[in-house]
C-alpha cells in the first residue's frame, strides 16, 4: 500500500492527478497523519467514472465509517479524543462533496433550440416535412390579402 500526495499536481489529466486531487479535497494531504492508501483512492475512481468530487465523497463516507466503529476516549480527565464528532464531520464532508459532484456532472443549459439542430433536421431528407412549413414563406403572383384594410 502507498500514500503520496504532490500539491502542484493537482488536476484530472492522469491518474496520479486524480488521486491528489482527491485527497486534496477530503484534505487527507498530511503525510503524519494519512487517512487512506492511493490504492484506495483509486479503486473510488473506478467506482465513480474518475470524477474526483464523487470519489471524495466516497472516500469521505469511508474514512466516516472508519471513525464511526471508535469510541469517545477520556484520559484522566486531561485528554479527550471525540471519534464520534470526527465521524460526523466527515459525513458532512461527504454530502457537500457528492453536492458538488452533482452540480459538476449535470451541468448548466439554459433551455431553446440551437439554430444548428435546427438547419440540421431541415437539411434531413429522410424526414418528412410538416403541413405547416410546407411553402411558408413563399410569395405567390396575384396573391391578394383581404385582411389588409385600404
Do not use: H
Not at 463516507?61 to 476516549?73: A, D, E, M, Q
Not at 411553402?135 to 389588409?148: E, W
Request: charged share 25%.
Amino acid at each position: 500500500m502507498s500514500w503520496s500526495y504532490s500539491p502542484q499536481y493537482l488536476g484530472i489529466d492522469n491518474e496520479s492527478q486524480r488521486i491528489n486531487s482527491v485527497r486534496f479535497l477530503v484534505g487527507d494531504t498530511d503525510s503524519n497523519s494519512q487517512e487512506v492508501q492511493d490504492e484506495e483512492i483509486s479503486f473510488a475512481l473506478s467506482q465513480n467514472g474518475d470524477n474526483i468530487y464523487a470519489s471524495a465523497a466516497f472516500i469521505a463516507g469511508s474514512i466516516s465509517s472508519k471513525y464511526s466503529r471508535c469510541v469517545t476516549t477520556e484520559i484522566d480527565s486531561a485528554l479527550r479524543v471525540e471519534y464520534s464528532n470526527l465521524s460526523r464531520q466527515y459525513r458532512e464532508l461527504g454530502k457537500e462533496l457528492s453536492s458538488q459532484a452533482l452540480k459538476n456532472s449535470l451541468g448548466i443549459y439554459a433551455g431553446g433550440i440551437l439554430v444548428t439542430e435546427m438547419e440540421t433536421v431541415d437539411q434531413d431528407t429522410l424526414r418528412v416535412k410538416p403541413d405547416f412549413a410546407k411553402s411558408q414563406f413563399r410569395y405567390y403572383p396575384g396573391y391578394v390579402d383581404y385582411d389588409i384594410c385600404y
